[in-house]
DNA sequence: CTTTATTTGTCCGTATGTATG
DNA sequence: ACATACATACGGACAAATAAA
């Protein structure tokens, strides 16, 4: 993926992702693995990792610690019901 | 057990055997399997050795290689006398 | 004696959490 | 943003020793 310059990486690939999950290509329950994406988007871990924290602040995705970070399913339970 | 997520799971683990042998709830010589722990705390074997390695550290249990994992007695040899 | 089950020891792989430069 | 290292946790697999059938 190509980056505009002006703005963060993080951001950029948040809204990629974003993306993928609106058109199905990334379904519901989808293992998104940090070092996975880090390695496709050619960039730092730690870069997927403030992507991924504002895609979970955003609700659309799921992390449980130390096992994986998932796409949101609709039986997840979100916390403020 | 309910975890606390801030905090290790096989500092719990350990801190919750060692409730068990202090109120002698686990007598003397009796056995710990870490298949069994495993399950009944619904963790991994993995996280229930390194809650073992601390409880063997600090002298509550002994471990006979391919034998068996077991709260130390009087009787048991120290290694330190 | 052989078979079966149990238990610890070890190793591999994967993933996130945290911390340091 | 990056590079690196280590800790935590899970899953699986196999070996070796032991015990019991």
């Given amino acids: 993926?190509?980056?505009d310059p002006t703005?963060?990486?993080w951001q950029?690939?948040?809204?990629?992702?974003?993306?993928?999950?609106k058109?199905?290509?990334?379904?519901?329950r989808f293992q998104l693995s940090e070092v996975r994406l880090a390695a496709e988007f050619g960039v730092n871990r730690?870069?997927?990792?403030?992507?991924?924290?504002a895609l979970r602040d955003a609700g659309l995705i799921l992390t449980v610690p130390n096992l994986g970070t998932f796409?949101?399913?609709?039986?997840d339970d979100q916390g403020d019901a």
């Fill in 7 to 9: 703005r963060p990486k």
């Fill in 71 to 75: 796409v949101r399913s609709t039986e």
């Fill in 12 to 21: 950029q690939i948040a809204e990629e992702i974003t993306r993928r999950i």
């Fill in 1 to 3: 993926m190509e980056f």
């Fill in 23 to 28: 058109s199905g290509q990334y379904p519901e």
């Fill in 46 to 53: 730690d870069t997927i990792r403030k992507a991924t924290a």
